[in-house]
């Protein structure tokens, strides 16, 4: 069969978020911890340079850098842009200038964010000082953002000065938290795989030049490189082309161990695809065996597979899919 | 004749296809979006998928929000019997110089190279924040705009251009897309609001969906495959501090000695496709590659013009290549670029043989 016009494309939102546990070495601890005490470190390459924030290897040299100094908390804008519509997760949720500030002390910037009414308020030039964020963890949003200096802000504070790093309770390592936010679609061949399943039938896709029945389809013949475009309903029934037994129980599965899980081969697909065996005993299942699929009411796919009661497939019928 | 000689074999671009970039394409897969293109690359050269020596893709997980997902796009490729196979999380034209490396060793004659990106399922400018530093940067979630916006506040500052200038790149570039099918913006765009001052929309890219091919071969294979070979006479690939304020933004040192390395000043060049997703990062590429007025900048419209990402470098190689294939160019300079404000840049100096 061959379906005369696609399904409407299938959209549904994707949440993609991961908190990476990140360790800190030693540099990246003292800073991140002198954040929390309110002290900006930086290191000293070996010509002298102060870097701030820190980084360990000189990036001229290549050397190792450990040499901590305290910063001033104060310092001069070396260049900025106006953000007029913040995003999620930005800083400040009204409009603002994000900026490199080289702090005094400071050879090299570090971005951050800066609070100011407007655009007119933000020069190149300008000096400006961290506001510190009122609850502190040690992290780089410790720094809440820079604000205006004030008159008498950094006198006597142009100077690095040497400092050993040391804190009680170092922080040694950060939680980097991300959130991304998609609106996934399957494309042409899989939102028909995925309607059609809607309606209790598995379509699977016909190459055009090897003629083989891809279930699920992708959309292209992984062999012949070329779409996949007649549409074919296969099965309802398969054969089992090979097995295992699970006897560990997964977390938030509602499924008594030992199960099966097997390959099938649906009648008319080219290849196998995989689902649980029910309806059996466990050790009862075997290479052969005849399956349908069991729906639940609203299931949006097979729950499992039982057995059909047919006589089991000869070998030769299905080696070529195992 | 070019001088190929600085390598151990001499390697050609000969094919080059790309797909019409879009806003979105919500009813292709990422394998359905990218097959026509490599269908029609190796149309070019009346190879077949199994002939080809080394297979080399580019692309981003953080792009598709699904891990390895460049494995569904092989099944484009045709990879059953297994094939000699690599893939760079990068845009396509860091896979295209590890397929020109393959062939230097010897072990392929031949590579198809393709990358591809779609934007259009999450949002690019998020997206993007994932490849900062994540302790000191990342968590402050800069978007791509805002750094871009950094640099040309740098460049205006500096004196080395203004908005006026800016938005004059925006528009030559899209000018020159009039004659480009594939563009996803082409003609007069308006210059639009700021999106992160100094930028305005017409000095930011578009976001789109897109893909592109080539097919490398080397010496005589190369000859035979395509009347006039874009020979890579030189390529390098440069990287700056990961940090941004260690960085004069203003320059681009990377580019240059990548450019260098690749023999771009050792004749003149006559095209320039520069990977300038930016207009302000236009300013500072033509400063570290020395373009002058001579030199004709982005024919195809640039970045400016359509920004698939993973793919946007790559068919700047391709489309300096493919002006040598009509006889538009003879020597020609393309130039990709990844990560915030520059920060790694590769050069390719290519070639066509004289009358
Ligand atoms: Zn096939």
Redesign the pocket.
């Known amino acids: 069969m061959t379906a005369a016009s696609p399904p409407e494309i299938l959209r549904a939102p994707l949440v993609v978020e991961f908190p990476f546990t990140r360790s800190l070495g030693p540099v990246q601890s003292a800073f991140l911890t002198g954040l929390r005490e309110g002290v900006v470190l930086g290191v000293t390459t070996a010509d002298g340079k102060v870097m701030v924030p820190p980084v360990e290897y000189d990036p001229v040299t290549a050397e190792e850098i450990r040499d901590l100094v305290e910063v001033g908390a104060t310092g001069t804008v070396t260049t900025w842009a106006w953000n007029g519509s913040p995003r999620r997760s930005q800083p400040l949720g009204t409009p603002f200038a994000w900026v490199l500030v080289r702090l005094d002390g400071a050879d090299t910037a570090m971005l951050h964010a800066l609070d100011v009414p407007g655009p007119d308020a933000v020069h190149t030039g300008m000096r400006v000082r961290v506001r510190w964020a009122a609850e502190r963890t040690g992290a780089i949003t410790d720094i809440a953002c820079f604000e205006p200096a004030q008159p008498g802000d950094g006198d006597g504070a142009a100077q690095a000065a040497p400092h050993d790093g040391e804190f009680a309770d170092a922080v040694t390592g950060i939680v980097a938290e991300a959130r991304l936010d998609y609106t996934y679609s399957p494309g042409r061949a899989q939102t028909a795989y995925i309607a059609g399943l809607s309606e209790q039938k598995t379509i699977g896709e016909r ?6 029945v891809y279930v699920p389809p992708r959309g292209a ?6 779409a ?1 475009t007649d549409r074919v309903e296969v099965g309802p029934a398969g054969t089992v082309t090979t097995y295992c037994i699970v006897n560990i129980k997964a977390k938030n599965l509602d499924i008594e161990v030992p199960y099966v899980y097997a390959h099938i081969a649906l009648d008319g697909a080219g290849l196998a695809l995989h689902g649980r065996i029910g309806g059996i005993p466990y050790d009862q299942v075997r290479m052969g065996l005849r399956v349908e699929p069991v729906w639940t009411d609203g299931g949006r796919y097979p729950d499992h597979y039982r057995p059909t009661g047919e006589p089991d497939a000869d070998y030769d019928v299905y080696k070529e899919l195992i | 004749m070019p001088d190929t000689t600085r390598h151990a074999r001499e390697v050609a671009v000969v094919a080059f296809a790309q797909s019409d970039h879009r806003r979105r394409t919500d009813e292709l897969s990422e394998v359905e979006m990218v097959m026509p293109v490599l269908h029609q690359v190796l149309a070019q050269t009346g190879l077949k998928a199994g002939e080809i020596g080394f297979t080399c893709s580019g692309s981003s997980d953080y792009l598709a929000g699904r891990a390895f997902s460049f494995t569904m796009t092989l099944d484009g490729v ?1 990879a059953w019997p297994p094939i000699s196979e690599s893939h760079v999380e990068m845009d396509g034209a860091w896979a295209l110089y590890e397929a020109w490396v393959k062939i230097q060793t010897g072990e392929a004659d031949t590579a198809l190279v393709y990358s591809y990106g779609k934007s259009s399922p999450g949002s690019v400018r998020d997206v993007l924040t994932r490849q900062l530093d994540p302790y000191y940067v990342a968590p402050l979630w800069p978007d791509s705009v805002a750094l871009a916006a950094l640099q040309a506040q740098a460049l205006i500052d500096s004196g080395e251009t203004d908005e006026a200038a800016l938005a004059e790149i925006g528009a030559r570039n899209r000018a020159s897309a009039s004659s480009n099918p594939y563009a996803q913006l082409s003609g007069a765009v308006p210059q639009g609001d700021y999106q992160v001052a100094p930028l305005r929309t017409g000095d930011c890219p578009p976001i789109g969906d897109g893909a592109a091919a080539v097919i490398l071969a080397a010496g005589d294979v190369a000859r035979r495959l395509c009347e006039r070979p874009a020979w890579i006479t030189g390529i390098d690939h440069r990287i700056e501090a990961h940090s941004l304020g260690l960085r004069d933004l203003t320059d681009s040192p990377s580019t240059r000695i990548a450019a260098e390395h690749a023999g771009v000043f050792e004749g003149p060049v006559d095209t320039a496709e520069l990977h300038a997703p930016f207009s302000s990062q236009e300013v500072v590429l033509r400063k570290a590659l020395g373009l002058d007025g001579s030199v004709s900048v982005n024919p195809s419209g640039g970045a400016l013009a359509a920004n698939p990402v993973m793919a946007a470098g790559l068919i700047r190689i391709g489309e300096a290549a493919a002006r040598i294939h009509r006889g538009e160019s003879d020597r020609a300079v393309a130039h990709a670029t990844s990560g915030p404000c520059l920060q790694q840049n590769l050069v390719a100096v290519l070639e066509g043989d004289r009358a």
Do not use: I, L, R
């Open positions: 190459c055009p030049s090897c003629h083989k013949c992984p062999t012949c490189g070329v996949t | 045709g």
